[in-house]
């Protein structure tokens, strides 16, 4: 059990730029969730997966927001055209998906800044 | 939707000491409740959770109290360390969902 890996650590972007993170879920996790974490807050969820399903999608994540999980495994989660309030922690985090309420694991996340 | 409050926002202890953080929700299907200790520069790590089915839960120095009825729960660590000094936070899920709600979180400092 190697955790859940998130890359890059930091990414520090013009405003206007599209940035893409990457987030590898504990294996055998089929659940996996982002969140956003600005400074003095605490992680708010904007969606989740069941294996490569997106089953929910906060209204926190806007149209320029996507994210992906092709073959259930890794994800993605793309921002375009960046803004100034897009600046924040991305937070990724893994379950075992039998059933609700599994403990969510969380990874170190990627730190986001905007010029 | 679900709305988390936690209390306090910072904590200053002295080693050995007892620490109580306190949170309050909203939604009264929600019934999982996880707590979090995030150091700086990392993710936020699960040290303890509980379900509706259940009022108290310990693991070591560490104990979280449930009260459904006042929709209310509560982290309690006894005998505090250095290394206990963190940012706590408390979240609960929405009924049969699976996304967390999560407070605003406390900052504890464990003092010598």
Same mark, same amino acid.
């Given at each position: !059990? ?8 930091? %990414?520090? *972007? %013009? ?8 987030? +590898?879920?504990?294996? #055998? ?27 929910? %999608?906060?209204?926190?994540?806007? +149209?320029?927001?996507?994210? #992906?999980?092709? %073959?259930?495994?890794?994800? *993605?989660?793309?921002?375009?055209? *960046?803004?100034?309030? +897009? ?12 059933? !609700? ?6 990874? +170190?996340? *990627? ?5 | 939707? &679900? ?11 002295? &080693?050995?000491?007892? $620490? ?26 699960? =040290? =303890?959770? =509980? ?10 120095? =560490? ?6 009825? $006042? ?7 006894? &005998?505090?360390?250095? &290394? ?6 408390? /979240?609960?899920?929405?009924?049969? /969902? ?15």
């Amino acid at each position: !059990d190697t955790g859940v890996s998130q890359n890059p650590r930091h %990414k520090i *972007t %013009k405003r206007g730029q599209n940035v893409t993170f990457r987030c +590898d879920p504990i294996s #055998e996790h089929n659940r996996l969730y982002w969140y956003r974490q600005t400074l003095g807050q605490g992680p708010e969820f904007l969606t989740y997966f069941q294996n490569e399903a997106q089953l929910e %999608k906060s209204r926190l994540l806007s +149209d320029r927001f996507s994210a #992906e999980r092709p %073959k259930g495994s890794f994800s *993605t989660l793309e921002i375009q055209r *960046t803004e100034q309030g +897009d600046s924040a922690m991305y937070l990724c985090a893994s379950s075992y998906g039998g059933g !609700d309420n599994q403990p969510q694991h969380f990874g +170190d996340g *990627t730190r986001l800044s905007i010029l | 939707g &679900e709305n988390v409050e936690q209390h306090p926002s910072t904590l200053s202890v002295q &080693e050995g000491d007892s $620490a109580v953080i306190k949170c309050t929700y909203s939604d009264s299907a929600s019934n999982y409740f996880p707590w979090y200790k995030q150091e700086l520069g990392k993710g936020p790590q699960l =040290i =303890i959770d =509980i379900r509706s089915n259940v009022g108290e839960k310990k693991d070591q120095r =560490i104990a979280v109290t449930l009260n459904k009825t $006042a929709k209310h729960f509560s982290l309690h660590i006894t &005998e505090t360390q250095p &290394e206990d000094s963190a940012v706590y936070f408390c /979240a609960s899920n929405t009924g049969t /969902a699976s996304k967390l709600t999560f407070g605003t979180g406390t900052r504890l400092q464990v003092t010598l």
